[in-house]
Nanobody, 118 residues
Framework: QVQLAESGGGLVQAGGSLRLSCVAS????????MGWFRQAPGKEREFVAA????????DYADSVKGRFTISRDNAENIVFLQMNSLKPEDTAVYYC???????????WGQGTQVTVSS
């Protein structure tokens, strides 16, 4: 079982930036693809970004392409989400997860709240 701990969220003005971190423990982190998801109030959790075990291939939701960048440090078991040009519609709780195919397979962590003010 993998334990996931997200951090780095906060309150930022529109146009600002945040860098989220997710520390994973409990399995060989470098063997797995990882993804970021988010859930806004009253909405379903949605996919944001993913990258392969090596970090060589990435994928993004259309809504964040060109603004967000996912990366990982396999030596430290951390996956990052750099978020630039933030918009109020990016406000949500952000979660990371292990991916098998495109499916998140680990128990969800607490997430980290991102709030973007207009």
């Amino acid at each position: 079982q993998v334990q996931l701990a997200e951090s780095g969220g906060g309150l930022v003005q529109a146009g600002g930036s945040l860098r989220l971190s997710c520390v994973a423990s409990g399995r060989t982190f470098s063997n797995y693809a990882m993804g970021w998801f988010r859930q806004a109030p009253g909405k379903e959790r949605e996919f944001v970004a993913a990258l392969t075990d090596s970090g060589g291939t990435t994928d993004y939701a259309d809504s964040v392409k060109g603004r967000f960048t996912i990366s990982r440090d396999n030596a430290e078991n951390i996956v990052f989400l750099q978020m630039n040009s933030l918009k109020p519609e990016d406000t949500a709780v952000y979660y990371c997860n292990v991916l098998v195919g495109e499916v998140p397979v680990s128990a969800w962590g607490q997430g980290t709240q991102v709030t973007v003010s207009s």
